[in-house]
């Protein structure tokens, strides 16, 4: 791996301001008294047998056959729970609906123009039962992996439920994403099933999912099955032989499909994510120690009681969404609430209108988000009656502390403990979190690791940084809800994750510090990933993009500093012999962008330039335009071929 330089961190206040940062906030007595865990012995306890320690969660959890070790570790390759066996969906849904929850609200959804559907633990039990049988029926297998490609509406947890049922892996690609980036997710999978829908809501716009499914499509000679919601009851194009509508196959199917005995170590999903390099990765999760690492976070990050309404802001087709909207919470018996469309339709207090309708308890989003609410103002949230609120919690990038203090006051009402959780689509689970009825926060940190995860921040050489210093967050031991592999490239599982150091530390790719509390605070990305309003992309992938297009010769993306996405990529680009600036070409490449990857991943800026600052040996220096979109001074381009162009470039952007 590369040297990276640590950046500062942006677009928050430098990290010596937030090192600075005073204020702290304790958990109120009333807060610690109702507390899921209150005890800081919890830490010790952990530590001192991390194995047991996640064995207790895996207890609560339903097993058809006990474990016989809880973990075997061949670093980097680990096994949870080696020899049990579950099932996902009997764990998540059979268990509750046979109990007082079974005619408790599982799923609370809202779609975008206000209907409502409120799905019971027994609902949930028929509808998962028998979207099983229908996947069955159409030759689905334990092992087949099915793609789902849709919007935030009950038929995807309900799909997704049904895979693990049967022991057939998903891969939920997200909605937004184009259908370029669909064919290439389904092919690399082999996924001969997908599942779509007509069309969903978007700011009072049907947006027609089956003709960008359709165009994907096109391009995945092995899918021979497609099954459509009907969302929206448009017209669409259905092909004979290969389209089935949902409700058709659903109207036939039986509502008792037995679970299968599926194996701890079992794929349950897997999720296309960016890396460093343009092709995505498929991360795989499995089974057993999955749901125990989200079971046990949603439990005391959360601290959800039966009697929470719970409410993650996020979308499915992200990590967040699969272990803190679906496995997370129903595993513990909640109501989780779903929302279809814009947090601004019809109007900027439609989040808040529905806190108060449905009575929100624990309200999960991300800072992207709450930079927009507090850009859009107070008075959208003072609308409406929030003291159900008693907990909230914020994931995706780092939190810059005036977004902290506002979500504190105006969301919170300066009564509920924030948990500012650290994870990635690759742990899994939450790694970095307050316990909120425990620790101490900080405005802007993570704070400490969970019971039972053992954290530093090292240099390059893997040792331990000193207090204040900037490093590498490195996680060192295994945790139940890790990555297994990299679907179909084990040996980049390794490269990636577990050669920076000494192959059982895992390398996470965030800067992070610590300060003399020990808590720790997170810096960024130090790889060539972005965080875009909390999407991870990557800048090779934005760059193959580009060069894709016929008029371009060559391209640099890199991430620039946004008041309310966080980062959006800027693009430096080099044109074709023939081809000269303009704003249809502008518009033209953004577009290429969108076709090739989605709307999320459209160039803010594009800058036209006859050359980029590069290396004697060609390599473009990606340093000197971060410097440049970043509003820094210049860094040393004594190394340059062409020296002069950094400047000229630095001059061009900020003109
Ligand atoms: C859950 C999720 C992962 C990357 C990760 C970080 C950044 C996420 C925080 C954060 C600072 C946080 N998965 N990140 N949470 N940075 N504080 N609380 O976002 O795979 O899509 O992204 O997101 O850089 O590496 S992800």
Redesign the pocket.
Known sequence: MPRMAIPERTPARPIDALLRESRTFEPAPEFRRQANVSDPAVYELAARDPEQFWAGFARELEWVRPWDRVLEWNPPRAEWFVGGKLNVAANCVDRHARTHRKNKAALIWEGEPGDVRTLTYQDLYREVSRFANVLRSLGVRRGDRVTMYLPMIPELPIAMLACARIGAPHSVVFGGFSPTALAQRMNDAECRVLITCDGYWRRGEVVFQKHRADDALRQVPGADTVIVVRRTGDRVPMQAGRDRWWHELMAEAPSECPPEEMDAEDVLFMMY?SGTTGKPKGIVHTTGGYLTGVYATTKWVFDLKDSDTYWCM?DIG???GH?YIVYGPLANGATTVMYEGSPDWPDRDRLWAMVAKYGVNVFYT??TAIRQFMQWGPEYPARHDLSSLRLLG??????NPEAWMWYHRHIGREGCPIV????????GM?L??PLPGITTTKPGS?TRPFPGIEADVLDDQGRPVPPGAGGY?AIKSPWPAMLRTIWRDPERYVNQYWNKWDRSTYY???GAKRDEDGYFW????VDD?M?VA???LSTMELESALVEHEAVAEAAVVAAPHEIKGQVPAAFVILQNGFGPSRELEEGLRKKVEEVIGKIARPERILFTPDLPKTRSGKIMRRLLKDIVEGRELGDTTTLRNPEIAEELRQAYWR
């Open positions: 994510t996020a992200w990590i967040t272990s991300a800072p914020t994931v995706g990038e780092p939190i500012d959780t650290w994870w990635q689509t690759e742990t939450i970095i979190t993570a967050l996470a790719g965030d997170l810096l960024g990305r990933v965080n909390g999407h991870r």
